[in-house]
């Protein structure tokens, strides 16, 4: 009898699931999307029609069918097919499900499919503790990760699994996922009379942003809040649509690849001087939650290394903008963060501040040689030593300026900063190519001389 309640109560729960999860896709024939991996003599498909799947592992935004295509293949392989999630489960868990696996291959010869969800929750002695017996062969691994395995999980398990990219799905396909919803008459509304407006399904299509489990959650809150006629139809117009899916649904993890690749965008938009897709880009960060600080952090980076001084004013505008947002704060901050990003994105770029680099490898990769005499401190050994002797104050002569040895004896004429012809640094470029002239000039006159010197010695 406790079978029977048990039968009854897993029909009971599979009735009142939430329409995302009754859909959710069987076999791969009902399954929608990821063509690119999914298609037709595609390995992956190939593999698992074959019951010959290897260890692999599907990354790629929420609601595009990881954990399905996982159940999937749980659904059409011989093998015991084992699930946990790296949230819930521990080391314990781990030993506990390799032992039965152990215990499975010695006495029955059948092989264990490990099905781990949120892969990249395990922390190291988690994945370490799986890795030898992915290793060795006692299971088979299938990982879902929503973060790039390449940095979120162990080089180890990564390099002897097969990774699959899911992709964020087009909009025909999630016209279709509504479609097959609309249509299934076990598991969706097909035995219901729902008529929905096709602007409706666009919208909600459109502001799904490619996640098939916003769209049939958006679907079943239109469909049963939606009274129907007398005639028993359920009329779904546009208005309906967008009281059930109000707002676009942002992908954005703070730590994960949206984070990085949304602010390499954005970067990369300013550097391209292209004002438009950079406040789109910060747009998106900030309507997603993405704290405005980091932002202007990422400001004040590109000001110095992109700008420089073909515009000084940038550096002096992006930490105006940090000071005035400490005082402000949102909503109103948001102005400042805009006006920043117009200016930054249209100023004339530079990169020329990489200079330092160059003379730090020049210093890490190079003999270092003596502080130039003259330039040395004379406060303390000037009578004893002559430090400082002949040294030539700049401000003592007219122009300000005077050609003087600064760099140590065997790098005159090594040059590290090359000013751009870009906006303000042009002026720098033309005052200092002047200056360098002058500079080899007197390097010529000095060398003359002492050349003249030497030879009146040895005479």
């Not at 698992?48 to 069918?65: C, E, M, N, Q």
């Not at 097909?190 to 959650?217: F, P």
């Not at 139809?233 to 949206?258: C, F, M, N, W």
């Amino acid at each position: 009898m406790s079978d029977l309640f048990r039968e009854a109560a897993a029909r009971e729960q599979a009735a009142n699931a939430p329409l995302a999860d009754r859909m959710r896709p069987r076999t791969l024939r009902e399954f929608i999307g990821q063509d690119h991996i999914l298609g037709e003599g595609k390995l992956l498909r190939r593999a698992i029609k074959a019951d010959r799947v290897t260890s692999v592992l599907f990354f790629g935004p929420p609601g595009t069918g990881k954990t399905t295509l996982a159940r999937i293949i749980a659904n059409t392989t011989e093998a015991h097919f084992t699930s946990m999630n790296a949230v819930l489960s521990g080391v314990k868990d781990i030993r506990e499900a390799i032992a039965a696996a152990e215990r499975r291959l010695a006495h029955h010869q059948q092989r264990t499919i490990l099905f781990v969800d949120e892969v990249h929750r395990f922390n190291k002695a988690q994945q370490d503790a799986l890795l030898p017996h992915v290793e060795n062969g006692t299971v088979v691994f299938i990982g879902a990760t929503t973060e790039n395995p390449y940095f979120e999980v162990n080089k180890a398990l990564v390099s002897r699994s097969r990774v699959f990219e899911f992709r964020t799905l087009e909009e025909d396909d999630l016209r279709a996922v509504a479609e097959q919803a609309l249509a299934d008459p076990e598991r969706g509304y097909g035995d219901l009379d729902v008529q929905i407006d096709d602007e409706a399904l666009v919208h909600l299509v459109s502001t799904a942003n490619g996640d098939a489990r916003s769209l049939l959650n958006a679907l079943e809150l239109a469909v049963e809040t939606t009274e129907a006629t007398p005639e028993g139809t359920i009329h779904i117009p546009l208005r309906v649509a967008e009281d059930s899916i109000q707002q676009r649904a942002v992908l954005y993890d703070k730590e994960g690849d949206a984070h990085f690749d949304t602010i390499s965008a954005f970067i990369k938009s300013m550097r391209g001087s292209d004002p438009d897709a950079a406040l789109y880009w910060m747009a998106r960060m900030i309507y997603a939650g993405e704290d405005p600080r980091f932002i202007i952090r990422r400001m004040l980076i590109f000001a110095a290394e992109d700008i420089g001084l073909a515009d000084p004013r940038a550096l002096q505008i992006a930490q105006s903008t940090a000071t005035g947002f400490d005082y402000i704060g949102m909503p109103e901050g948001q102005f400042l963060l805009a006006e920043c990003c117009l200016y930054l994105a249209t100023a004339p770029k530079s990169n020329s501040a990489f200079a330092y680099f160059d003379a730090l490898k020049h210093v890490r990769e190079e003999q270092t040689g003596d502080v130039p005499n003259q330039l040395k401190d004379a406060s303390r050994d000037k009578e004893g030593l002559g430090h400082g002797k002949g040294y030539k104050y700049p401000h003592a002569y007219r122009e300000g300026y005077v050609p003087e040895q600064y760099l140590p004896d065997g790098m005159q004429g090594l040059y590290f900063y090359a000013p751009r012809e870009q906006g303000y640094e042009q002026a720098i470029a033309e005052r200092l190519a002047d200056l360098r002239a002058r500079d080899a000039e007197e390097s010529v006159e000095k060398r003359a001389m002492r050349y003249a010197e030497e030879a009146r010695e040895d005479a």
